[in-house]
């Protein structure tokens, strides 16, 4: 009962968003019909109008998680509802171009969109205060398998708003004592346990209603993307372990070429001036290629902006960079800090080297490094790396390689061109949150 309620209240308060960015709409409409060119829609074809604008925002808001009241900081919530308006209000002035049969002026549009951040913010900071207020944090219990496990209190201290983990129990411990304490509970945590005595544990908490959150195996990962098939009488699931099906790589291949040829006008500019800036500071190349491994385990050079000093590792090898990495320049640590140094990947996109989504490349020697301890991160080259991706959008820098590598792998099972163009519209976000950039700290 009380999740329903909490799930009620979030789609009221979306609905009420949505009514009031319809409002605003609708009185821009009135104010600026002339210069929209639409003021033949004075009448009932206004209303049209405005019910496309509502279909664009409920669309958009949902592909790109901006009515995740509650679960998201409010910063963050605010930061998306204003990227997925900018996109709502761009393609709502091409659509009144289209009308009009020419360009309008973009001047009550540019409006809209500052109103429109404005009760963003607002409703942002407003609506998750009473989603909270009437939230009550789960009391939840820990059950763990190896130590390396417990890191996962970290992560959930860090939405103390939501959560309690006020019990931790090893898995191994007497099993009615396990049931007890489940059962004085909101809710249970699996975490590295194994398989046999998970299940169990999952039973159980089914069998009673009690909500379970589980850490994902790399097999549970794989098998999420497996394909359910009724041959017999016998359910069963087909993992076939090709990555991307050639139809659906034909299709991604499209994407790339048509939105990194578009993206080529804006980049060019873009890479001029931090060319400019680049040689001012050092002095130094502007580009920096480094070879990185893609589809195939097929080595490519990947394009970047220079952000190091140059020969950066001549003396260490092949490093991850730390936060504060002396090694990196002014000019570059304000291009990493708003992901301005992988623009020129642009080129490895039009050359198919890469695509506009997919795993992050990574280099050579790190690869088969991780590989001695983590074998099944060779499974990431089963499609091509990305600009963005999965572990990028929900992960951090400092996310682990195995946290990462869980989060590649649910991107390549459960692939679908719907899912690249979610991740691309998210992906702006990842600009503005802070711990996306973090270094790896010792």
């Known amino acids: 009962m009380r999740d329903r309620k909490q799930h009620t209240l979030r789609i009221v308060e979306g609905l009420a968003e949505i009514i009031l960015f319809a409002l605003i709409y609708y009185f821009c409409f009135r104010q600026f019909g002339d210069l929209m060119g639409v003021s033949g829609y004075a009448y009932r074809g ?204 034909f299709f991604k291949r499209l994407m790339d070429i048509i939105l990194s040829a578009m993206a080529m006008i804006p980049c060019s500019l873009i890479i001029l001036a931090v060319a400019v800036a680049i040689k001012l500071e ?39 960079a730390e936060e504060d990495d002396p090694r990196i320049t002014k000019v570059g640590r304000f291009l990493r800090r708003h992901r301005l140094d992988e623009i020129p990947q642009v080129i490895n996109i039009l050359k198919g080297d890469m695509s506009i989504v997919g795993p992050r490349p990574e280099r050579r020697e790190l690869k088969e490094e991780i590989e001695k301890t983590m074998p099944e991160f060779a499974f990431r080259t089963k499609v091509k790396g990305g600009l963005t991706g999965y572990a990028q959008v929900y992960g951090k820098y400092n996310t682990t390689s195995y946290d990462k590598l869980k989060m590649d792998l649910l991107y390549i ?16 976000q990842i600009l503005f949150r802070k711990e996306s950039t973090e270094g790896i700290k010792k």
């Open 46 to 249: 206004k209303y049209v109008l405005v019910g496309i604008y509502v279909v664009l925002i409920f669309l958009v808001f949902r592909v790109c998680d901006s009515f995740n009241i509650g679960n998201m900081k409010i910063v963050d919530l605010a930061v998306s509802q204003g990227i997925s308006l900018l996109l709502v209000n761009t393609l709502t002035y091409f659509q009144l171009c289209l009308i009009a049969n020419k360009m309008i002026t973009p001047v009550p549009l540019l409006i809209l969109t500052i109103a429109d951040a404005v009760l963003a913010s607002i409703c942002s900071y407003v609506f998750t205060v009473i989603y909270h207020k009437n939230y009550i944090r789960r009391n939840m219990v820990l059950i763990y398998g190896a130590d390396n496990a417990l890191e996962i209190v970290e992560k959930f201290n860090s939405r103390s708003d939501k959560y309690l983990i006020s019990e931790i129990i090893q898995h191994d411990a007497d099993d009615d004592f396990i049931r007890e304490r489940i059962r004085c509970h909101d809710a249970v945590i699996l975490n590295d346990i194994p398989v046999g005595r998970r299940n169990e544990l999952l039973k159980y908490c089914y069998e009673n209603c009690i909500r379970t959150y589980m850490v994902p195996h790399i097999t549970d990962v794989l098998i999420r993307g497996a394909e359910p098939l009724t041959l017999f009488d016998t359910p069963l699931s087909l993992v076939d372990g090709y990555g991307i099906r050639y139809e659906a790589a």
């Open 282 to 320: 050092d002095g130094g190349p502007v580009f920096y290629r480094q070879s990185r491994v893609t589809i195939s385990d097929r080595d490519f050079d990947m394009i970047k902006f220079r952000s190091m000093i140059v020969d950066a590792e001549k003396n260490t090898g092949a490093v991850l």
């Open 413 to 428: 099972e459960n692939y679908s061109i719907l899912l690249d163009i979610k991740l691309i519209f998210m992906t702006p």
